[in-house]
């Protein structure tokens, strides 16, 4: 069965330094990879998605992913965290059963300090 | 273009109360999705229309929730009797095509449903 795994709830960076969110996922088929992010008091919105074509994704406000099949992995990147990053981020896979079901992991939530 | 609408967004009852939620998706969406999402959880999958059939209900408590898609538009979840671990926000999502796996899910802001 799959499954997506957030390692880290909680993940706290300087406004500028690196972000870095960490995503496992495992799958017996090839997967199709997601991260949305979430900001409070609202619904969940799409920053980039996997979808077999390249391995490297770049999605809005500057984050991009690594699809990476021997890790079983796709991390979120960004180079430099604004304030305005702070959020909670969700991976998630979905995969063909017989019809496709996403499963999302628990998530991280992002701290930036000034 | 407008988004997912959702109604109420917050809602109090106590426990073995009913409660529905309502769910306007983008027009032209073909898929609707129902998600429960625990604090500190990410969304689970409750339930999974295409156009008004039911693709997805396995994780449905089908004793205590139900759902509809009437003319394949909107869509209500109703809980009765409602538990205290039903506590959650409650998120609908839509989708353009049949549900593929590359699908793109747009997000409406949720009912915050809590059951004292």
């Known amino acids: 069965a799959q499954s997506v795994t957030q390692l880290g709830s909680h993940v706290s960076v300087s406004e500028g330094a690196l972000v870095l969110l960490r995503c496992n996922y495992s799958s017996s088929v090839p997967p199709y990879l997601f991260w949305y992010v979430q900001y409070p008091n609202q619904g969940l919105q799409l920053l980039l998605k996997y979808t077999s074509a390249a391995t490297l994704v770049k999605g809005i406000n500057g984050f991009e992913a690594e699809f990476k099949k021997s890790e079983t992995s796709f991390h979120l990147t960004k180079p430099s965290a604004h304030m305005s990053d702070a959020a909670e981020y969700f991976c998630?896979?979905?995969?063909?059963?017989?019809?496709?079901?996403?499963?999302f992991g628990a998530g991280t939530r992002l701290f930036v300090k000034a | 273009e407008a988004g997912v609408a959702q109604s109420p967004r917050y809602k109090i009852i106590e426990k073995r109360q009913s409660v529905a939620f309502w769910c306007n998706p983008i027009?032209?969406?073909?898929?609707l999705y129902w998600y429960q999402q625990i604090l500190g959880q990410g969304p689970k999958l409750l339930i999974q229309?295409?156009?008004?059939?039911?693709?997805?209900d396995s994780q449905l408590p089908k004793d205590r929730f139900s759902a509809e898609r009437l003319k394949g538009v909107d869509s209500t979840l109703k809980i009765q009797p409602a538990k205290l671990e039903d506590s959650a926000v409650y998120l609908c999502?839509?989708?353009?095509?049949?549900?593929?796996?590359?699908?793109?899910?747009?997000f409406g802001p949720g009912t915050r449903l809590t059951v004292l």
């Open positions: 999502a839509s989708s353009y095509r049949g549900g593929g796996g590359t699908d793109t899910q747009y």
């Open positions: 998630a896979v979905s995969v063909n059963t017989g019809g496709f079901k996403t499963i």
């Open positions: 027009s032209g969406h073909a898929t």
């Open positions: 229309f295409q156009n008004n059939g039911v693709v997805d």
